[in-house]
């Protein structure tokens, strides 16, 4: 199931990440939790990770001493790069030393720390953009992609009316004509067994003609 948000946080945040997802919730942005799908630790609790970052349309990570310290953080932080996810980093406590892993150093932020409510409304402007940005990209993916389609089954349409005239035997032969002159006949395919069946009866119709003709001849001097 495809999602706009994977919220990647420490343990130890999840009170203020429950307060975001509320909030982002509110502004009608899909988010998802693991705390909500899974039970942390479960064998399909890595895998069904993956998916969901893999599925969501861009990653907001906590960033806090916590989370800075939390293996499981920068792994989420590392996948979501990976799979090229667009990162919005919240700093919600410590500061940038404490607080923001090497991974996100050179990513704008937003500070939570004292305001979070405007805060808040950063991210949900900075979000709703992103994703409107990231929906007009699909659909001109698919645009394209239908268009692909549609001149590639032309191709093809092409590629057999020419395939199919390329086939169509010239089905010519030579053979003379009444003053021995040699003519081409077009449509006749000396190959066809019909024509070689009436080869082998006329051939069998003049040896009898040549017979009686023969025998009236002998019969004639006696």
């Known amino acids: 199931m ?3 948000v994977f919220m990647s946080y420490s343990r130890k945040d999840e009170d203020t990440m429950k307060r975001i997802v509320e909030f982002l919730r509110s502004q009608d942005i899909k988010v998802w939790v693991d705390n909500e799908k899974l039970v942390p630790g479960t064998p399909i609790w890595e895998v069904e990770i993956e998916k969901a970052i893999k599925n969501a349309k861009a990653i907001v990570v906590l960033m806090s001493p916590d989370s800075k310290n939390s293996e499981w953080v920068r792994r989420e932080i590392g ?4 799979c090229e996810t667009r990162t919005f980093p919240l700093l919600i406590r410590g500061d940038e030393d404490s607080s923001v892993t090497i991974r996100l150093i050179n990513t704008q932020y937003i500070d939570l720390r004292q305001r979070e409510k405007v805060g808040l409304r950063s991210l949900s402007v900075a979000l709703k953009e992103y994703l409107k940005e990231f929906g007009g990209k699909e659909k001109l993916a698919s645009e394209k992609g239908k268009k692909s389609t549609r001149v590639s089954v032309s191709d093809n349409e092409k590629r057999h009316l020419e395939q199919d005239k390329d086939a169509e035997p010239s089905r010519q032969h030579k053979s003379p004509n009444s003053a021995g002159e040699v003519v081409i006949d077009k449509g006749l395919d ?6 070689r069946q009436l080869v082998v009866v006329l051939i069998i119709l003049t040896a009898i003609i040549s017979a009686c003709s023969l025998i009236l001849s002998i019969t004639r001097l006696f």
Do not use: C, E, K
């Open 2 to 4: 495809v999602h706009d």
């Open 79 to 82: 996948y979501s790069q990976r």
């Open 190 to 195: 000396l190959t066809d067994t019909s024509f």
